[in-house]
């Protein structure tokens, strides 16, 4: 205990996860790390959890409002959200039964691109935070916090908050000291100097989080791993969509318009995203950076490999396996990964500088290149935005990946409009599924549905949408981006009454 709590009067307050728990109230705005699956507090939203149903039970109403970095897991989001104690959660989540109440219409859900998650409390757009509850892996003497396996907005957390729950978790490595970069130098507008970054790796901060004292209210202990999901092993159409995008990076090379090593890489979350990253470890680049939010397995394997010499980011989110091997090797990592605020690993400025390739998964996309990441037939939310607008509108090149059907053959993931837009078409680059690769550069909205249907759809979907685009060009208003505006989401709608997208 004593070499993790350092802070004498912060060790005077630890308590049980029941009586930290306590301090929270209904209506409060409580403000949780953690960042997908990584750093979340794992007792006292539990703990929350369990006032709340007993609350109810009696007949009261307990619910909170509910901030974090990105997607937590079952002890967070899923805990509070099974005793239906969430009234608004941000900015991104993927807990199947807080997505179920949702989508019944029980949660106010605002999502939000992450970058902008920080700032916005800063500037007062969201009220107060009444408590915040921080994981952390140890304080130190003068109460200064090592952080965890993801930093998020811990920073503005601890910073606006009135009242502070530390939890120190003691299954996390205390070697992870020194990996972390705490940036202090941002103010709000007017007066808003440059960031100091030129480099994926550079320090720019410091490597723990500050914390006053005197708001800390409780201090809890906790022994519990992240838990993360395994990712699915890559599959024959993701190591397509990998060879597809690696193919195109050499070609951009060889024209120049590439450096050998490439630019910093950022790659999204999910299946598709990770088997990408491997598919990278084979291609036979080296030397490459990494500046994104989340590392993954793939992207592990690659600063292992010695593929990636440096990784920014602001959270770890690995499989139990990868976990092992990470703690394994944790001296190696700890000089080539640097873990940031969302706020920073996520920010346009930087992401504008070092050129980010921009690699995320998708839902669907239109033949015009419009981009859903979101929202299941226009209406069902999947997860968020997370940071991948981020990424899309400030990077060198933006991919977006998806296989090009989805419920085995039922959906096409190229549609003649999408039923809900993330990245509008001018964020929108390079698309690749396993079918081929659409280079939309410089194309007209016309050229750019031809390279689409041609290169992405699926063989099972594209006469038809090359009868739509026909049809379209012949009977639109309007010839620039031709539509034809009753049938434009028929095909969702098709999928909605029957269960599949094909007609007939
Ligand atoms: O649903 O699990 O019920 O079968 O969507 O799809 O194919 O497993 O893909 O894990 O790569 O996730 C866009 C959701 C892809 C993710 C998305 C259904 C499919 C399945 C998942 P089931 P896969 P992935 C920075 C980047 C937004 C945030 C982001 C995501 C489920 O990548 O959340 O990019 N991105 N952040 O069946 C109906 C379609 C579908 C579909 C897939 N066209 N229609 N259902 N699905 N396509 C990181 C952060 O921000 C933290």
Known sequence: ??????????????????????????????????????????AVPQALARRMAAVQAEGGTFQVRVMTGASTAPELDGALAQVKGVQLRLPYQSDPILRERINAGEVDYVDMHLSHVAQSFT???????????????????DGRLIP??????????????????????RALPLELDGMHDVYYGTQPPPGRTPLPLVEAGDRIGEPWLRCDPAKVVAVVETDAPDRNSPFAPPDATSQAIAGHLVEFLRHEVAKGRLPKTLLPLQSGVGNTANAVMYGLADAGFSGLSAF???????????????????????????????????????????SRIVLRSQGISNHPELIRRLGCLAMNAMIEADIYGNVNSTHIMGSKMQNGIGGSGDFARNGYLSFFLSPSTAKRGAISAIVPMVSHVDHTEHDVAVIVTEQGLADLRGLA????????????????????????????????????TPHLLDEALSWHQRFVETGNMRPG
């Open 1 to 42: 205990l004593e070499e993790r709590i350092r802070n004498p009067d912060l060790a005077a307050r630890v308590m049980g996860a029941d009586e930290a728990a306590a301090r929270i109230g209904p209506g409060m705005g409580v403000a949780m790390s953690g960042f997908t699956g990584a750093g979340y507090p794992k």
């Open 123 to 141: 500037y007062g757009f969201y009220g107060d935070i009444d408590v915040a509850v921080v994981e952390v892996a140890g304080i130190l003497p």
């Open 148 to 169: 965890s396996t993801s930093i998020g907005n811990n920073k503005t957390w601890l910073d606006r908050a009135d009242r502070v729950i530390l939890e120190v978790n």
């Open 292 to 334: 994104t939010e989340v590392l993954q397995d793939g992207m592990l394997d690659l600063v292992q490999g010695g593929v990636i010499d440096v990784a920014s980011a602001t959270a770890l989110s690995f499989s139990p396996d990868a976990l092992a091997r990470f703690r394994d090797n944790i001296d190696f990592f700890r």
């Open 445 to 480: 909205p016309r050229q750019r549905a031809k390279a689409i249907i041609a290169n992405c759809a699926h063989p099972d979907f594209r006469d038809a949408l090359t009868d739509y685009t026909e049809r379209a060009w012949r009977a639109s208003f309007g010839r620039h």
